[in-house]
């Protein structure tokens, strides 16, 4: 069988390239993005435990730990590891891109995956650690894999081998993932240009597919996961739940970040809609507008009791699958029978100005990384070696972004400047008595708890293990 999507072969190299920006900013912004929150804490566990550190049993999250994992196993110094960390994310992106552009050829899937790392996205980037975005890349993988040998007739044993492993990392690594790769397994059926596989052909993996959905909820709810905490709030929905779910602060502040911050998506989902009508194309029409409103409503539903004020870097990232939906029918539908140069101005013109948006982004990252140096230069100064700061300093409350993660930053930045021993703080309320009381001379305070120095990998991690912490207000520990 032969499916042709040439016309889309140089848009698909504009995405490739975008991808490799992409790339290039995570080696700039490697500290912003490796020292933040989970990305800290999962390198520390790494260093720490000389193991993969899969979080919740999001198993593709595997493919970017190996690279400080393989690291750590050479004696690398920390600050390779953290730059590979740091890199191993988008470097996966990039060669998953490579793989659907020059091996399997699927040039759209190749610049939607492109879109979902740039359209929905600006405070999220710097979230390497999600498994959101990990997922979403084992999930174009499997799409392009699978297209690939339906079009090609690979041998069953080869093709249901790589489908059920693929399938395995893409829907295990995160449950969100089941929204795109069900609506886009159902729009290329439904279109047919794109779809290598015959009714009963499709069934058959649509069933296994089902199979492994159910076997990752079952997973979920007997592992009581955070998965299975997010699941409880669509099991229990009434129809007004329902209703009320697309006026919930959620929808409404995302509505308007689409009017300010995320406005090419809107131009980009009217083109496609456009071209479907144009097309007649009413299954397709009905299925997209049907999935939009659907994870409008299920981000309604989830986040419903939320006040709309969770972190963007976060939120945003719960989003980003949306951009696919959004973007399926301008890639699939608008741009095929379009003019070649047109159709590579316009996809050009859409990344750069996302580039531009997500660029936009980086002072607050960049901001962490400049207070972390300042306050270990001052505990150098003070000959302070642990430190416990006071979390209400007004200076830094509002702009720190998270802070629970401030110990496994700081060790691992002090590690990086080969200090000895290394330099650690954290912050705590001033209210936690309990924490307060359990800062012994030979543990340092993290938010789960304290840690023992002789716990640590001495190998990478030295700490005081004489002095006990020094507490004391972020204006206090200023004075000199």
Request: charged residues 15%; aromatic residues 16%.
């Amino acid at each position: 069988m032969n499916i042709d999507n040439s016309e889309l072969k140089l848009p698909s190299r504009i995405a490739l390239i975008a991808m490799g920006v992409l790339l290039l900013a995570g080696i700039v912004f490697y500290k912003e993005r490796s020292l933040f929150a989970d990305a800290a804490y999962v390198l520390y566990s790494i260093i720490n435990n000389h193991s993969l550190a899969i979080q919740e049993h999001r198993y593709g999250s595997f493919i970017t730990q190996m690279v400080p994992l393989l690291g750590l196993k050479l004696h690398l110094p920390v600050k390779y590891l953290v730059i590979g960390y740091a890199v191993s994310f988008n470097l996966f992106y990039f060669l998953v891109t490579t793989l659907l552009v020059f091996r399997f050829r699927q040039y759209g899937l190749a610049i939607l995956m492109a879109l979902y790392y740039v359209e929905l996205v600006t405070d999220s980037w710097f979230w390497i650690s999600n498994e959101i975005q990990q997922a979403v890349a084992w999930m174009f993988l499997f799409l392009g894999f699978m297209i690939y040998c339906g079009i090609k007739g690979t041998s069953k044993p080869l093709f249901y081998s790589g489908f059920i492993v693929l399938g395995f990392l893409t829907i295990f690594t995160h449950f969100i993932v089941i929204i795109p790769l069900f609506f886009l397994g159902v729009y290329l059926w439904l279109d047919k240009k794109y779809w290598p596989f015959s009714s009963v052909n499709s069934m058959v993996l649509g069933s296994i597919l089902i199979a492994m959905i159910g076997l990752k909820y079952a997973f979920s709810v007997y592992n009581h996961s955070y998965d299975n905490y997010q699941l409880r709030e669509l099991m229990h929905i009434s129809l007004k739940d329902i209703f009320l779910s697309f006026s919930t602060p959620v929808v409404t502040v995302f509505l308007h970040r689409c009017l300010t911050i995320y406005w090419p998506v809107i131009i980009i989902l009217i083109l496609g809609f456009v071209s479907l009508i144009k097309k007649r194309d009413w299954k397709l029409v009905a299925w997209v507008s049907f999935s939009c409103l659907g994870y409008l409503g299920i981000m309604g539903l989830i986040y419903g009791s939320d006040s709309g004020l969770t972190q963007l870097f976060h939120i945003e990232s719960e989003w980003q699958c949306l951009g696919i939906i959004a973007c399926t029918p301008f890639v699939f539908s608008f741009l095929p029978g379009r003019k070649v140069r047109f159709s590579v101005f316009a996809i050009a013109l859409v990344f750069l100005v996302r580039l531009c948006y997500i660029g936009s982004s980086a002072s607050m990252f960049t901001w962490r990384i400049h207070l972390q140096e300042k306050i270990l230069a001052q505990m150098k100064r003070k000959g302070i070696n642990k430190l416990v700061l006071y979390d209400d300093s007004p200076e830094i409350r509002n702009k720190i972004i998270l802070d629970w993660g401030a110990s496994y930053e700081s060790l691992i930045a002090s590690a990086m400047d080969m200090d000895s021993p290394q330099l650690i703080y954290s912050f705590i309320n001033r209210n936690d008595k309990a924490a307060i009381q359990a800062l012994a001379p030979g543990n340092f305070h993290t938010l789960f708890g304290a840690v023992s120095a002789s716990s640590l990998n001495h190998e990478y991690f030295n700490t005081d293990t004489v002095r006990s912490a020094a507490v004391m207000s972020y204006e206090e520990f200023l004075k000199d």
